[in-house]
T-cell receptor
Framework: AQSVTQLGSHVSVSEGALVLLRCNYS??????LFWYVQYPNQGLQLLLKYTSAATLVKGINGFEAEFKKSETSFHLTKPSAHMSDAAEYFCAVSNQAGTALIFGKGTTLSVSS | NAGVTQTPKFQVLKTGQSMTLQCAQD?????MYWYRQDPGMGLRLIYYSASEGTTDKGEVPNGYNVSRLNKREFSLRLESAAPSQTSVYFCASSAEGPRTGELFFGEGSRLTVL
């Protein structure tokens, strides 16, 4: 069965520091992987997606993620954190039939000045 | 641009009461979804509809029913609400299946069951 595990429910960084949010996946078929962001009291919005075209995926707001098959990982990074990046981030994988997304439990990112 | 609209945004129920959460999208999307979000649990899929006229169970369907009324609308019904159904409910839609398509989310419906 498809699943994702997000390592660390809460990550704190200083403004300007590297952001690294970890996601490992389990999939019985070639995975389609996604990162979504949720700002307070809002729905989720897509940051980026991996659909096998390229292993390094660039998303919105300076975020990127690298698909590593050997490590079954899809970690999200941003070189320099901004206060506006404070939010909850979700990793997700497409289910086997490709009909729905399975989400991880989320990682809350805090950014301090 | 309305996108995905959910009603109501807030609701308080007593145990045993019933209610329907409404969702409508104006993007002509084929697929629609209902998720619930609970602290520390992420989003869990309740039901989804890959196309008009079809519905399928997700991870946590017990206690819920859905109706894909037409291509635009996908409602979620709680027949006999329980405190365990206190949650934030999100409706989402996508043009194709999510494997290549992007899910667009509503702003959520906060439900409290006393």
């Amino acid at each position: 069965a498809q699943s994702v595990t997000q390592l660390g429910s809460h990550v704190s960084v200083s403004e300007g520091a590297l952001v690294l949010l970890r996601c490992n996946y389990s999939s019985s078929v070639p995975p389609y992987l996604f990162w979504y962001v949720q700002y307070p009291n809002q729905g989720l919005q897509l940051l980026l997606k991996y659909t096998s075209a390229a292993t390094l995926v660039k998303g919105i707001n300076g975020f990127e993620a690298e698909f590593k098959k050997s490590e079954t990982s899809f970690h999200l990074t941003k070189p320099s954190a901004h206060m506006s990046d404070a939010a909850e981030y979700f990793c997700a994988v497409s289910n086997q039939a490709g009909t729905a997304l399975i989400f991880g439990k989320g990682t809350t990112l805090s950014v301090s000045s | 641009n309305a996108g995905v609209t959910q009603t109501p945004k807030f609701q308080v129920l007593k145990t045993g009461q019933s209610m329907t959460l409404q969702c409508a999208q104006d993007m002509n999307h084929n697929s629609m979804y209902w998720y619930r979000q609970d602290p520390g649990m992420g989003l869990r899929l309740i039901y989804y509809s890959a196309s008009e006229g079809t519905t399928d169970k997700g991870e946590v369907p017990n206690g819920y029913n859905v109706s894909r009324l037409n291509k635009r609308e996908f409602s979620l019904r709680l027949e006999s609400a329980a405190p365990s159904q206190t949650s934030v409910y999100f409706c989402a839609s996508s043009a194709e299946g999510p494997r290549t398509g992007e899910l667009f989310f509503g702003e959520g419906s906060r439900l409290t069951v006393l």
